[in-house]
């Protein structure tokens, strides 16, 4: 508690950190209120009964931060600029061109790789805008009679959607944490009153002890997922002493920390995002009048509604964009040149290929038990909805795990500019 009061202190009185913390919550706040915007022609009575008969959009408005559900100008969410940072990284691999820019060129060549992305968004925010609005408006949810209408719409959502990501990278430059990351937390926090209001309401007496199993299952995983997220590595290094003490080299208790998580909650947002891709193409083309695209529609929707096939699909993608994000961040020929060139070393392993391998095996065998984890935790919700019928519960699994995620990276940061003060 002492501990906490004095960095409460160093906040208060610290000018350019109160200013920082500040911009996040008024960048949440202004996000909160463009996020209650109608757009032209919505249909309110409607929208419960179409998210009550399609729940997977539920995941898909984790991204928007509840404007799908509300029709607002926001209604797109971050999820464009997701879906554009997963093709970009996914290039990475096939480009080494990109590879080189995103990875060796320092912070210039990350600079210009953001900003690829950015410019990626705006075609993915106009198709995704367009794929939602002829779905709404095919299932009466959205009332628009002409094509200028239809217009007006597609372009005030792509521009909400473009508005969120300046507010979101402004909030990475002038405040604190990933702004993306916030936004989609501060969209999560937004939606829990009216979780839980719609719990209290539509709660029997028989399903009160499992609601009671599930909040003990959500505060163990929680606390499993704090333990988890802060848990590192530490590889010892030795340092070489200067020329002409009795002992050349010698221990100065440097480590290296590896945390068994390298990627966050990255893996998880991403996995989301593309799992909820093939549900919305199927579900736009279930209403082409047209058989066969008909019939393939709801063949995709049928498989991908079964639990266990949604949660195999999960549980992989979460393992899959672990390893890979932890492959494209981590890099260990660039350490164990860092290493050599700072005359450091790891006892008992030469500089060079065998640090780099030695690296490369340590964060691979960390990586395969965070990644492991990351996907238990998320499957565990769909595992209970299927177990008990209650469909609210994958909906906000999900949406918790990437909320602790998000508090404890904020947590983080906020520490270390704290001690940086101190």
């Known amino acids: 508690m002492h501990t906490f009061i004095e960095k409460l202190k160093v906040i208060v009185r610290d000018k350019q950190l109160r200013n920082r913390i500040l911009f996040v919550l008024g960048a949440i706040a202004m996000f909160r209120v463009l996020a209650q915007i109608p757009i032209p022609g919505a249909n309110h009575a409607a929208v419960a ?24 100008i926001m209604m797109l969410g971050v999820g464009p600029y997701i879906t554009a940072s997963i093709i970009m990284q996914l290039m990475t691999v096939i480009s080494p061109k990109l590879k080189e820019l995103h990875s060796e060129e320092g912070e210039a060549g990350r600079a210009k790789f953001t900003q690829w992305s950015r410019l990626l968004t705006l075609p993915l925010a106009v198709l995704q805008g367009f794929g939602f609005l002829t779905l709404l408006k095919s299932q009466g949810v959205l009332l628009i009679a002409t094509p200028q209408q239809f217009v007006m719409n597609l372009m005030i959502v792509v521009a909400g959607a473009m508005l969120l990501l300046w507010i979101g990278e402004l909030v990475s430059e002038f405040g604190i944490g990933n702004g993306i990351s916030i936004i989609i937390f501060a969209g999560i926090v937004a939606s829990l009153p009216q979780t839980f209001s719609q719990v209290a309401v539509t709660a029997t007496k028989a399903q009160i002890p499992l609601y009671v199993g599930f909040a003990l299952i959500a505060a163990m995983a929680i606390y499993a997922i704090v333990v988890m997220t802060q848990a590192e590595r530490k590889i010892p290094t030795t340092h070489a002493r200067q020329a002409g003490s009795a002992n050349a080299y010698g221990s100065t208790g440097s480590y290296i920390p590896l945390r068994l998580n390298q990627a966050g909650v990255i893996p998880i947002i991403f996995a989301l995002s593309l799992l909820t891709f093939p549900q919305i193409v199927a579900a736009m083309l279930g209403y082409v009048q047209k058989p066969g695209y008909q019939e393939a529609a709801q063949k995709v929707i049928a498989f ?117 003060r101190q």
């Open 49 to 72: 009964e179409f998210f009550a008969a399609n729940q997977f959009f539920g995941l898909f408005n984790v991204f928007s931060g509840g404007g799908l559900t509300t029709l607002s």
């Open 304 to 420: 991908l509604a079964d639990n266990t096939v949604y949660g195999i699909f999960y549980f992989c993608l979460v393992l899959f964009f672990t390893y890979f994000y932890t492959a494209i961040t981590f890099e260990p020929g660039r350490m164990s040149k860092n290493l050599q060139r700072s005359g450091a070393f790891i006892p008992g392993i030469r500089p060079g290929i065998e640090t780099e391998t030695y690296l490369g095996t340590v964060v691979t065998r960390l990586t395969l038990v965070g990644a492991l984890f990351l996907g238990a935790v998320a499957v565990l919700p769909i595992m209970l909805q299927a177990a008990t019928g209650l469909t609210a519960v994958t909906v906000g699994g999900t949406a918790i795990l990437i909320a602790v995620s998000v508090i404890i990276d904020f947590v983080r940061r906020v520490d270390a500019q704290v001690l940086m």
